[in-house]
C-alpha cells in the first residue's frame, strides 16, 4: 500500500495523543449526545486542555504554533471512528482562521486565546434561507447608526437578519457574519463581522433536527436591532466575498479530507464484517461480488488519499488553487457516498440499524455534497477553467 510520506514521526505521535483522547472523552458518550443533539461545552474544555483546538495559532495567540497537519491529525481521528458531533473543524479551521488571516490584533488577542482553550466556541454565520452556495446573495444588513454624524468611520452598525444551517449554533460565543452593508453593490456590498454571541438582538433559534450528524448542533440565528462597534468588523469594508473566497479553498480540502478518511474507514468496517458473517454456508467475503465491489471501492479510495494528500502539501505550500480544491472536493464527496451506499448493502439488514456505525455513517455522508459548495457548484468551477473564455450566455454565468 502508498505509504503516507507527508506525516513526519511528530505527526504520529500527536495522532496517538489524539486517539487516547478520542477513545477515552468521546466514543463511549458520542451516541448520547446524538439524541441530545448537541455535545457538552465540557468536551470543548477538556479538548482545549489537550491541545486539540487551533493547533496553528501562533504563541503569541495562546496557540501551539504548530503546522497545520497537526489539525489534520485531528480531523482525521474523529472521523475515522464516526465522531461527527464535535464541531472542531469549523471552530478551528475556519473561524479561527478567519479571525488570525483578516482580525485586527485587539481582535486576535481577545478570542483566539479563548478558543485555543475552548473556553469560546466559534462559528460561520453565511448560509441563509435564500443565500446558500450564492453568498453574494445575502440579505441580512448591517447600517451604520442612522443618529451617527455623517461620515463618522467610528460610528456603530445595526444588524438585522437571519442565518440558518449554522453548525456550533447553539453553542457559539463568536460568529465569523456576513452581512450586506451596501444593497446596491452586488459581491462588493458584502462585509463581514466578528460578532460576540453575548451582544442584545442575537438570538438563537431551534436546534435543527438533520438526516445526520446528529451529535452536531445546527441552528437557525437571528439578528434583530444588534448594535455591534464598527471596530467588530472583520477586515474592510466591502471587502467580505473577498475574503470569503479566500478561504474556500481551505474549506474544500478539509472537505476532502472528511472523505477520503471516512470512506477508508468505511471500506475496513465492510471488510472486517464480510470476513465473518455468514450466509449460504460461507462468509459474504467469499462471494465474488462482494470482493469486486470492495476492491473497486479501494482501488479509488487510495487514489482518492494520494491526490488529497497532494492538496495537502500545495495548500501548506500557499500553492492550492480554487479549481484543483474543487476537483478533491467534488470526487473525494461523490466517492465517500457511493462507498456508503454500496457497504452499507454489504451489511444487509444490519446495514439499516442505527446502533452499527456503517449506518449512521451512511447518514453523515449525504451532507458532503452540500457543504463547501454543492457539487454542481464544483463542476461549474472546473468546468469554467476548462472553457476559460470560451463560454457564451447563461453557461458562462
Same mark, same amino acid.
Given at each position: 500500500m502508498i505509504e503516507r510520506t507527508i506525516f513526519r514521526e511528530e505527526h504520529e505521535m500527536w495522532r496517538e495523543t489524539v486517539r487516547r483522547f478520542i477513545e477515552k472523552e468521546i466514543v463511549p458518550y458520542h451516541a448520547a449526545w446524538e439524541e441530545a443533539g448537541v455535545v457538552p461545552r465540557d468536551l470543548w474544555l477538556k479538548?482545549? /486542555?489537550a491541545g486539540l483546538l487551533c493547533c496553528t495559532v501562533p504563541e503569541e495567540y495562546g496557540?501551539?504554533?504548530?503546522?497545520y497537519l497537526f489539525?489534520?491529525?485531528v480531523f482525521e481521528e474523529l472521523w475515522r471512528v464516526g465522531a461527527s458531533g464535535p464541531g472542531f473543524l469549523i471552530h478551528t479551521d475556519l473561524v479561527a482562521t478567519y479571525i488570525l488571516s483578516f482580525g485586527s490584533d485587539e481582535q486576535k488577542r481577545h478570542w483566539l486565546p479563548k478558543m485555543v482553550r475552548g473556553e469560546a466556541i466559534g462559528s460561520l454565520g453565511m448560509t441563509e434561507p435564500h443565500a446558500g452556495s450564492d453568498l453574494k446573495a445575502v440579505r441580512t444588513r448591517a447600517v451604520r447608526d442612522p443618529d451617527a454624524t455623517p461620515g463618522d468611520n467610528d460610528a456603530d452598525f445595526?444588524?438585522?437578519g437571519q442565518k440558518v444551517f449554522i453548525s456550533n449554533g447553539q453553542l457559539c460565543d463568536v460568529i465569523v457574519l456576513a452581512t450586506k452593508t451596501d444593497t446596491a453593490a452586488g459581491a462588493k456590498g458584502v462585509s463581514l463581522f466578528l460578532v460576540d454571541a453575548a451582544t442584545p438582538g442575537f438570538n438563537r433559534g431551534k436546534n435543527l433536527e438533520k438526516l445526520g450528524m446528529k451529535a452536531q448542533d445546527t441552528s437557525e440565528l437571528f439578528f434583530e436591532d444588534m448594535r455591534v462597534p464598527a471596530s467588530a468588523m472583520l477586515g474592510e469594508e466591502g471587502q467580505g466575498f473577498k475574503l470569503m473566497m479566500t478561504k474556500l479553498s481551505q474549506e =474544500?480540502?478539509?472537505?476532502a479530507i472528511r472523505s477520503a478518511t471516512v470512506t477508508e474507514t468505511m471500506i475496513e468496517w465492510t471488510v472486517d464484517y464480510t470476513a465473518e458473517r455468514k450466509a449460504f454456508d460461507q462468509t459474504i467475503a467469499d462471494f465474488q461480488n462482494t470482493q469486486f465491489v470492495l476492491a473497486d471501492l479501494k482501488a479509488r479510495s487510495v487514489m482518492a488519499r494520494v491526490f488529497t494528500d497532494k492538496c495537502i502539501e500545495l495548500f501548506m505550500d500557499g500553492k492550492l488553487?480554487?479549481? #484543483?480544491?474543487?476537483?478533491? /472536493?467534488?470526487?473525494t464527496a461523490e466517492l465517500h457516498c457511493e462507498t456508503a451506499d454500496k457497504?452499507?448493502?454489504?451489511?444487509g439488514g444490519w446495514g439499516y440499524m442505527w446502533e452499527y456505525p456503517i #449506518? =449512521?455513517?451512511?447518514?453523515?455522508?449525504r451532507i458532503v455534497k452540500i457543504a463547501g459548495g454543492s457539487i454542481e457548484i464544483m463542476k461549474t468551477i472546473i468546468s469554467r477553467e476548462m472553457f476559460k473564455g470560451r463560454l457564451k450566455g447563461r453557461g458562462a454565468a
Open positions: 479538548a482545549g /486542555k496557540g501551539l504554533g504548530l503546522d489539525d489534520v491529525v445595526v444588524i438585522n =474544500r480540502l478539509a472537505q488553487d480554487s479549481v #484543483t480544491a474543487a476537483m478533491a /472536493k467534488m470526487v457497504c452499507l448493502q454489504l451489511f #449506518t =449512521r455513517a451512511y447518514a453523515d455522508a
